[in-house]
C-alpha cells in the first residue's frame, strides 16, 4: 500500500514538473506559492479592466440593467466625477490595473532568467506606474468609503509602506543586491494585495457587524441623494433632516445613519464604509505576516541570490562587495556576511 502510494506520488510530481519547470520553477512549493498569489492578483486585475472604461462602466448611471458588480459603491461617484478626484481615480485606474498585470510576469523564474532586458524593462515601468497609481488614489482617500478619518489613515499608510518598500526594492537593484530587491519587492505586492483580502474580509465582516452591535455615521446629505437616485421624497422618508440641504437652507447638512447591511441603501453603504478601515487593517497586517513568513521560510533562495549579488558586485567594482546594497550587516549589527 505503501509503496503505491509513493509511486502515485513520484507520477504526479512528474506530471507536475511538467507545468512548473518550463517556466523556471525547480521546486513545486515554490510554483504553488507563485500560483496562488499571482492567480488571485491577475483575476482580481481582469476583472476590473472594464473600470478603464470610467464613463461608461465604472461611474456609469445606476439602472436596473447596471452590473452591480463593474460599478463601484453607490455615492462614490458623487466625488469621483468631478474635479481634481475624477483626475486621481482616473489616473489611479489607468496605472494600476496595468501594473497589475505585468508585476505577475515579473515572479516568472523563466523570465527573470532568460529575458533579463525584459524583466528590467518591465520592471521600470512597474515601479512608474505604481507611483502614479498612488498618487491618484491619495488625490481621491479623503472620500474614499465614507472619507472617514479612519479610512483615510489606513489608505495612506497602505500606499506608504507600498511606496516604501518599491523605494527600497529599487535603490537594492542599483547596488545589484539582488537578494534584498526580491525581498522588497515581494513585501511591496504581498501589501498591495491586502485589497483584495480587504474585500473578502468586509464581505464577511459587514453582515456580522450589523447582528453584533448598533452602530451609526455621519453622512452628507448630498451623498444620501445620490445614493437614492436623486429621489428626494425617498432620502426624506428615511432621513428628514435633509430638507435642509434640498431646500438649499444648509449646504452640507450631515445625518446620522445607521450602518446595517440588510438596511436601506444608504445605511448598507454605511454598514461597508464603517467595516472598511477595520478589514484593510486586518487584511494588511495578515499579508505582512504572510510575507515575512515566506521569507523564512526560502532562506536557501535567499542565499544563492546573495552570492550571485556578491559575484556581480565584484565584477562592477563596487566596495563591499556582496553587501554594497541595503543589508542587516552593513546598516545594523549583523555578522558580516561572507561568500560560498
Known amino acids: 500500500m505503501a509503496t503505491a502510494a509513493r ?62 458588480h463593474l460599478h463601484p459603491a453607490p455615492g462614490e461617484c458623487y466625488y469621483h466625477q468631478r474635479g481634481h478626484t475624477r483626475v486621481g481615480m482616473l489616473m489611479h485606474l489607468a496605472t494600476i490595473l496595468p501594473a497589475g498585470l505585468l508585476v505577475c510576469l515579473q515572479f516568472v523564474p523563466f523570465i527573470r532568467h532568460r529575458w533579463i532586458l525584459l524583466h528590467r524593462i518591465v520592471g521600470y ?18 472620500f474614499s468609503f465614507g472619507g472617514d478619518p479612519d479610512t483615510q489613515v489606513f489608505l495612506g499608510v497602505l500606499g506608504s509602506v507600498f511606496l516604501l518598500a518599491l523605494a527600497l526594492a529599487y535603490i537594492n537593484i542599483k547596488r545589484l543586491q539582488i537578494e534584498q530587491h526580491r525581498k522588497w519587492m515581494l513585501r511591496a505586492w504581498f501589501y498591495a494585495c ?39 421624497s425617498l432620502a426624506l422618508a428615511f432621513y428628514p433632516d435633509c430638507q435642509a440641504w434640498y431646500n438649499g437652507t444648509d449646504p452640507e447638512q450631515f445625518v ?16 461597508a464604509g ?51 546594497g541595503l543589508t542587516a550587516d552593513r546598516l545594523g549589527d549583523s555578522a558580516t556576511w561572507r561568500p560560498e
Open 256 to 271: 446620522l445613519v445607521h450602518g446595517d447591511a440588510k438596511g436601506n441603501p444608504v445605511e448598507a453603504i454605511a454598514a
Open 274 to 324: 464603517m467595516m472598511f478601515s477595520a478589514a484593510g487593517w486586518l487584511a494588511l497586517t495578515l499579508h505582512a505576516i504572510g510575507i515575512e513568513i515566506y521569507l523564512q521560510l526560502t532562506p536557501a533562495e535567499h542565499e544563492r541570490l546573495r552570492n550571485v549579488s556578491y559575484q556581480r558586485q565584484v565584477q562592477a567594482g563596487m566596495n563591499h562587495p556582496g553587501r554594497a
Open 7 to 68: 509511486r502515485l506520488a513520484t507520477r504526479l510530481d512528474g506530471w507536475a514538473a511538467k507545468v512548473y519547470r518550463p517556466i523556471g520553477f525547480t521546486k513545486p512549493y515554490n510554483f504553488i506559492l507563485w500560483f496562488l498569489s499571482t492567480s488571485g492578483l491577475f483575476g482580481f486585475v481582469l476583472s476590473r479592466l472594464p473600470y478603464l472604461n470610467y464613463d461608461g462602466v465604472f461611474c456609469a448611471p445606476i439602472t436596473e440593467h447596471t452590473d452591480r
Open 194 to 232: 491586502s485589497i483584495i483580502t480587504l474585500r473578502v474580509i468586509s464581505i464577511l465582516g459587514t453582515p456580522v457587524m450589523t447582528r453584533t452591535g448598533t452602530y451609526y455615521t455621519a453622512r452628507a446629505c448630498k451623498i444620501v441623494d445620490d445614493i437614492m437616485h436623486n429621489n428626494q
Open 125 to 142: 515601468l512597474v515601479i512608474l506606474l505604481s507611483f502614479a497609481s498612488t498618487a491618484g488614489a491619495f488625490m481621491v482617500v479623503r
